[in-house]
């Protein structure tokens, strides 16, 4: 269907329909700059090995170990990258 026959048969001007298009084409692409994927490297100590693992967490696919004695912020990072996946 035509944006002119879709906006006839919805009583819609099609200024309207394109003004509202290109708004929510914007939103969308601010909400996608703001949510860009973003890789570091994550390197560990040679001492740590798959034997400390304390938890495994998975998150809409993407999968982090966590090691024993972990700090805090370390943690927090790992877990506010894995939402944002």
Partial sequence: MTVRAWCRE???SEKT???WQRRLFQAL???QAA???AF???TLPQSV??????VTVRIAGAEAD?????DAATVETVLRILKSC
Wanted: proline share 0%.
């Fill in 10 to 12: 919805n009583g819609l």
């Fill in 17 to 19: 329909y394109y003004y």
């Fill in 29 to 31: 692409s601010e909400q």
């Fill in 35 to 37: 949510h860009e994927t």
């Fill in 40 to 42: 570091a490297e994550v």
């Fill in 49 to 54: 090995c798959s034997e400390n693992v304390a």
């Fill in 66 to 70: 966590i090691h024993s004695g972990a």
